[in-house]
């Protein structure tokens, strides 16, 4: 049987690749301006944001977990950031807090999840709205704009002529698949969501490694913020809103599946990809915004869809991961 | 394998499927209009005036918006795929005063003139990008916020304690509006403002924040709120709370639901703005613009208040 699952993990990794490409000869007839290089790199900077944070997502959905909180977190971390920079201090160090208080928040989601054994549904929505108004409070709810170009290099940059958000997210990719498939902390992340019981009596830490794993997502959400504040040369403490929904939407287009266990790296990337790809596409055709959330939103479905009949058992997809 | 196709060309029909009613279009001469919401009345006004505006011109428009209002990377992506598409000429009203000036300055890299409705932007940040804009049309909020704080003053007859429901903090429009009431009410001593929160311009909000006042002032004889969602969301709260003393409402920018409050005597009044004016007149010189003809640096559009009087004599076809 093992050939089987082999075959259908791969042939989803496909569809959805060939979702992607599908949909950008599309937009190739349609439009003339959509296949240009400088368009194909718009698309990639303005992925960028959605990739990064999706990364931190794809490992916590394949713990069977979830984080509602990024958004709220990209806004905290930018804020701090921000609030750094303008204070004159230097752009590395500030970058180092920023990328800090993500990861800080993500430690706290972590253990309460792990030590404290609440329902991460639960518990990172508690962060989602406390890191919110964390940065609401902090900032007197006004953004902090206004930063050097050293510091927007970072959005504004660009290396062998290719932007350094764009180049910042293909390395990270690159690390994750490494950290995913290659370490013990990507092995025992499939083993707890495929089965955390297992999992825990075969001698693996597994609140340890969730706690890591809840840290990363929110390291990485910080490093999200580092890219926004620099692309929008501001920090807004309502930065990020509803940016948890677009990185979960990029995972589970990806194929990852939202009871854990199971997941490729490579395809969250082509998840965001299609969304990037999408909006940007039906901006030049000038589509109405409307309609756009509508052909957006049935993307979502149809490639959850594809997913499920590819895997020919149709488990609820909200089984245990996130009210167990 | 042949079912791992299958839903893929199923998608790709429904993006298909939209698309090609727009697609004859591309050739013409087209300007875009970046909106901040295209679900608010007053936004949906300014896009009617656009949109007539591009129609006895003869040229295409675009009008585009971010899915949430105050989501500025969405509005810039939106700018940054419009230049990618080439339009002639951009019409932007700022989710954010700042945030939007890189979009802006890549847009004069692509020497796309670049039109400012409605929404000022922060000239120092437009300054130290070297980013710039030809025109700015609208109104002054801060006159309206003006003339709101008078009639508040003149209906208290210069003493009382007034209630304010603010915008988003940070947010230029509302700044601007408040600055102006202030102003008004600091020319009459016996005014004191008790209480002043933000309902972040929505109506759900502006109930349960202005219910949370009444609780704290419940002999608070007047509100403004900084636009007409949260003074509607307001009116809501006090009808709920049956206050035995009548409170005056007045809300900014007279939308057609507030029109009706007004006349059934549940708000006061509201600051009139003419966002239809606004859109039409930005069409018209971002078509100006893409021809080469110079216009105006500020293209003022009015504002009034409209009380109950003013409908009556109006008739009803607001």
Known sequence: ?324 | MIRAWTFPTLLSVLVVLPGCRKSEQIDKPTIAFVMKTLNNPFFIDMRKGAEAEAQRLGVSLIVQAAEREVDVEKQMQIVENLIQRKVSALCITPSGSREIVPAIRKANEANIPVLIVDTRVDQKALAEAGATTLSFIGSDNKDGGRIAGEFIVAQLNGKGSIAVLEGIPGHETGDDRLHGLRLALDQAKGIKIVASQTANWERDQGFNVFQNILQAHPDVQALFACNDMMALGAIEAISAAQSKHKIIVVGFDAIDDSRRAILKGEMSASVAQHPEEMGSLAVEHAYKAMKGERIPLEIPIRIELVKKEDLLGQGSNK
């Not at chain 1, 439009?31 to 290089?37: A, K, L, R």
């Not at chain 1, 194909?40 to 303005?46: K, S, T, V, Y």
């Not at chain 1, 792990?114 to 329902?119: A, Q, R």
């Not at chain 1, 992340?189 to 990363?216: D, F, H, P, Q, R």
């Open chain 1, 1 to 324: 049987m093992i050939s089987k699952e082999l075959f259908w993990q791969n042939s989803r990794q496909l569809g959805t690749l060939i979702g992607l490409l599908l949909v950008m000869i599309i937009f190739w007839i349609l439009s003339p301006y959509f296949m240009t290089v400088s368009n194909l790199l718009n698309i990639a900077e303005q992925t960028s944001i959605n990739a990064i944070i999706a990364v931190g997502m794809t490992f916590v959905i394949i713990t069977a977990g979830i984080d509602l909180s990024v958004g709220s977190i990209v806004a905290l971390s930018g804020v701090a950031l921000a609030d750094m920079l303008q204070a004159g201090h230097a752009g590395p160090l500030a970058i180092a807090v920023g990328l800090m208080v993500g990861a800080l928040c993500g430690l706290v989601n972590g253990s309460l999840i792990s030590y404290g054994k609440l329902p991460p549904f639960i518990a990172t929505l508690g962060m989602m709205s406390v890191a919110r108004g964390a940065a609401l409070f902090y900032t007197d709810g006004r953004p902090i704009s206004g930063f050097n170009a050293d510091f927007r290099f970072l959005a504004t940059g660009e290396v062998l002529s290719i932007p350094v958000p764009v180049v910042l997210m293909l390395f990270l990719y690159g690390i994750a698949y490494l950290v995913l498939n290659r370490t013990k902390l990507g092995r025992y992340a499939y083993a707890i969501g495929g089965n955390e019981e297992a999992a825990n009596l075969s001698g693996i830490n597994t609140k340890l490694v969730k706690t890591i794993v809840y840290g990363l997502c929110g390291l990485l959400s910080g490093l999200a913020a580092v890219v926004l504040t620099a692309r929008l040369n501001s920090a807004q403490p309502i930065a990020g809103m509803m940016y948890e929904l677009d990185a979960i939407a990029a995972v589970v287009i990806g194929g990852t599946s939202l009871m854990g266990g199971e997941g490729k790296i490579s395809g969250t990337l082509i998840g965001a990809f299609i969304m990037g790809v999408l909006r940007n596409g039906l901006n030049l055709l000038g589509i109405s915004s409307f309609t756009q959330q509508i052909i957006i939103g049935s993307v979502i479905i149809l490639a959850v869809l594809v997913d499920m009949t590819l895997r020919n058992d149709r488990k609820p997809l909200f089984g245990k991961g996130l009210f167990k």
